[in-house]
């Protein structure tokens, strides 16, 4: 069985204490490698190999920092297909989705901020006959960057990456649930010439190793995406200590569709909004809410393509929905569709778990639950469930559908089908979300800053936001 290994000061090295975590396949139950049960000694042993790294680090040229990070992602893009079915054994998804989604986006990652670090442009200020102003953006020194189970290398790269163009080092901490392709990762770090200790990628728990990571006075700043619960118990940790904190948190995502929409466009797109990814991505659309002239006629098209989303092996090609990431993930779904029953949901699809034959006898599967018939104030409508469950409610006027979206604890994001320009505008500026796709959903431009409002986080990552995020702005002024 395999034995995944910390990457620490440019070495593949086992935990310090010898323990060790079991990885299972969701998709079958089993155990199938064994990941490090890190804590805060080798936490502490990576935060050194940072710290003696930075110098170094912060001194290489951008474009050089960049080359190594473009080299990462030539890299990532020739391991494209051992990349893809690592992450379906590890996490459950569909083959397919990994294919063409989760390991192209980490690639885009890395190439993105690798040519990005050269692009990365300050400001001057000039007082006319008095003084010049010009801004210096430093590194921070060393980071923390924590990151989910459900898109693995996704999202961990979406850390990583920015915070070394800007010339940081980086103490990294993947999901123990979905570890194997940072593990992979850290043999391409290896592969590319990375120098020693500038990313660290230490395994473990939330307690062990992330509480260590957030709690090291060295740590600098600390970029997680992840629960609600976990950021608020993160900020309490490390606002007292004065750290910089981008918290990407949980979503409870309206999908608005009017009668004027691209009906075939807005179905379809309203399917994989929903249960891509088997629902596990903050960013689906778990709300959906038509105007009551097509709700009838969008209901049952909805539902004629629920029914032909494949449930079965994520390494099929043919499969549509894998498996659920775990055990305790797919009872904590089962318990909000029997919630769903009891606060008077009438139930148009799914609702039961899926029981495979031979290799996956023993996965965590579900089928693609759909209720109608449930109050905009229930607790299913108003708590992030974070799998493939999905409510439908007719709506009659802008007012009334912009009070039902905005009736949550989340704000992370939004999508509106409508082919009236002013109403496009007019409502999206109105939604309390943090980006709202219109006619479309997950089209994203990396450039642009993400994030959330309310309970769905603080900070916004991506492009010029992430540089400087993990940067510190100086100021210096001359006197002319």
């Given at each position: 069985m395999l034995h995944l290994l910390n990457y620490i000061g440019g070495q593949l090295l086992p935990p310090r204490a010898g323990r060790y975590l079991d990885n299972v396949d969701p998709a079958t139950g089993q155990v199938y490698s064994l990941i490090p049960d890190s804590d805060a000694d080798d936490v502490q042993q990576a935060v050194a190999a940072a710290e003696a790294a930075f110098p170094a680090w912060r001194a290489l040229p951008a474009e050089q920092r960049g080359r190594l990070l473009v080299r990462i992602s030539e890299l990532?893009?020739?391991?494209?297909?051992?990349?893809?079915?690592?992450?379906?054994?590890?996490?459950?998804?569909?083959?397919?989705?990994a294919r063409t989604v989760d390991i192209p986006r980490a690639a885009s990652n890395f190439a993105f901020f690798g040519t990005a670090a050269g692009h990365f442009a300050s400001e001057s200020h000039l007082q006319e006959g008095v003084a010049l102003n010009y801004t210096v953006r430093h590194p921070l020194?060393?980071?923390?960057?924590?990151?989910p189970w459900n898109l693995p290398l996704y999202l961990f790269t979406w850390k990583i990456a920015p915070a070394l163009a800007a010339g940081n080092c980086v103490v990294a901490k993947p999901s123990e649930i979905t570890p194997m392709t940072a593990y992979l990762l850290s043999e391409l770090c290896m592969e590319a010439g990375l120098p020693a200790g500038v990313l660290n990628i230490v395994h473990g728990t939330g307690p062990g190793a992330g509480q260590a990571i957030v709690e090291h006075p060295a740590v600098k700043a600390i970029s997680f995406t992840g629960g609600t619960a976990t950021g608020a118990h993160i900020a309490r940790t490390a606002a007292p200590m004065f750290k910089k904190l981008s918290l990407e948190l949980g979503g409870k995502n309206p999908n608005i569709v009017f009668a004027d929409c691209d009906f075939e466009a807005a179905v379809a797109t309203s399917v994989q909004s929903s249960f891509a990814n088997q629902g596990q991505i903050c960013l689906c659309g778990s709300r959906i809410f038509v105007e009551r002239p097509i709700y009838e006629r969008f209901k049952a098209a909805f539902l004629e393509r629920v029914a032909g989303l494949t449930v079965?092996?994520?390494?099929?090609?043919?499969?549509?929905?894998?498996?659920?990431?775990?055990?305790?993930?797919?009872?904590?779904?089962?318990?909000y569709i029997d919630l769903a029953q009891q606060e008077g949901g009438r139930l148009l699809a799914g609702g039961q778990r899926v029981h495979l034959q031979g290799r996956c006898a023993g996965g965590y599967f579900l089928q693609p639950t759909v209720f109608e018939g449930l109050s905009p104030e229930c607790r299913v409508n108003r708590e992030e469930i974070f799998g493939p469950v999905v409510t439908l409610t007719p709506f009659d006027t802008d007012d009334e559908v912009l009070g039902w979206a905005n009736n949550t604890d989340y704000g992370l994001a939004a999508t509106v089908w409508t082919r009236d320009l002013q109403r496009a505008h007019r409502v999206g500026q109105q939604l309390h979300a943090g980006v709202v796709w219109v006619n479309t959903w997950l089209l994203r431009d990396l450039r642009t800053p993400f994030g959330g409002m309310k309970n769905s986080g603080v900070g916004r990552e991506g492009g010029v936001e992430a540089l400087r995020f993990f940067t510190e702005p100086q100021n210096v002024c001359i006197k002319l």
């Amino acid at each position: 069985m395999l034995h995944l290994l910390n990457y620490i000061g440019g070495q593949l090295l086992p935990p310090r204490a010898g323990r060790y975590l079991d990885n299972v396949d969701p998709a079958t139950g089993q155990v199938y490698s064994l990941i490090p049960d890190s804590d805060a000694d080798d936490v502490q042993q990576a935060v050194a190999a940072a710290e003696a790294a930075f110098p170094a680090w912060r001194a290489l040229p951008a474009e050089q920092r960049g080359r190594l990070l473009v080299r990462i992602s030539e890299l990532i893009e020739r391991d494209l297909e051992r990349l893809a079915q690592a992450e379906s054994v590890d996490n459950g998804k569909p083959i397919k989705l990994a294919r063409t989604v989760d390991i192209p986006r980490a690639a885009s990652n890395f190439a993105f901020f690798g040519t990005a670090a050269g692009h990365f442009a300050s400001e001057s200020h000039l007082q006319e006959g008095v003084a010049l102003n010009y801004t210096v953006r430093h590194p921070l020194g060393v980071v923390g960057c924590i990151s989910p189970w459900n898109l693995p290398l996704y999202l961990f790269t979406w850390k990583i990456a920015p915070a070394l163009a800007a010339g940081n080092c980086v103490v990294a901490k993947p999901s123990e649930i979905t570890p194997m392709t940072a593990y992979l990762l850290s043999e391409l770090c290896m592969e590319a010439g990375l120098p020693a200790g500038v990313l660290n990628i230490v395994h473990g728990t939330g307690p062990g190793a992330g509480q260590a990571i957030v709690e090291h006075p060295a740590v600098k700043a600390i970029s997680f995406t992840g629960g609600t619960a976990t950021g608020a118990h993160i900020a309490r940790t490390a606002a007292p200590m004065f750290k910089k904190l981008s918290l990407e948190l949980g979503g409870k995502n309206p999908n608005i569709v009017f009668a004027d929409c691209d009906f075939e466009a807005a179905v379809a797109t309203s399917v994989q909004s929903s249960f891509a990814n088997q629902g596990q991505i903050c960013l689906c659309g778990s709300r959906i809410f038509v105007e009551r002239p097509i709700y009838e006629r969008f209901k049952a098209a909805f539902l004629e393509r629920v029914a032909g989303l494949t449930v079965g092996d994520p390494l099929a090609e043919e499969s549509r929905q894998g498996a659920l990431v775990s055990e305790p993930h797919l009872q904590k779904v089962l318990g909000y569709i029997d919630l769903a029953q009891q606060e008077g949901g009438r139930l148009l699809a799914g609702g039961q778990r899926v029981h495979l034959q031979g290799r996956c006898a023993g996965g965590y599967f579900l089928q693609p639950t759909v209720f109608e018939g449930l109050s905009p104030e229930c607790r299913v409508n108003r708590e992030e469930i974070f799998g493939p469950v999905v409510t439908l409610t007719p709506f009659d006027t802008d007012d009334e559908v912009l009070g039902w979206a905005n009736n949550t604890d989340y704000g992370l994001a939004a999508t509106v089908w409508t082919r009236d320009l002013q109403r496009a505008h007019r409502v999206g500026q109105q939604l309390h979300a943090g980006v709202v796709w219109v006619n479309t959903w997950l089209l994203r431009d990396l450039r642009t800053p993400f994030g959330g409002m309310k309970n769905s986080g603080v900070g916004r990552e991506g492009g010029v936001e992430a540089l400087r995020f993990f940067t510190e702005p100086q100021n210096v002024c001359i006197k002319l």
